[in-house]
């Protein structure tokens, strides 16, 4: 399973928006409650195994 990163660009609402730090790519649109609790804009995430975690 391929290992991606991101930055979350931007919150909204109960939605946030990734933009892949890794490679140029569309941001992703995804739920809040996929992602842990304590991501604020700004925060860098690794996605590996199905999870989302801070680095």
């Known amino acids: 399973m391929e290992t991606k990163y991101y930055i979350v660009a931007r919150i909204d609402g109960d939605?946030?928006?990734l933009k892949r730090t890794d490679m140029e790519e569309e941001p992703l649109f995804i739920a809040r409650a996929l992602l842990p609790q304590e991501i604020d804009e700004g925060t860098k995430l690794k996605y590996e195994m199905l999870q989302y975690?801070?680095?």
């Open 53 to 55: 975690e801070i680095i």
């Open 15 to 17: 939605y946030a928006w």
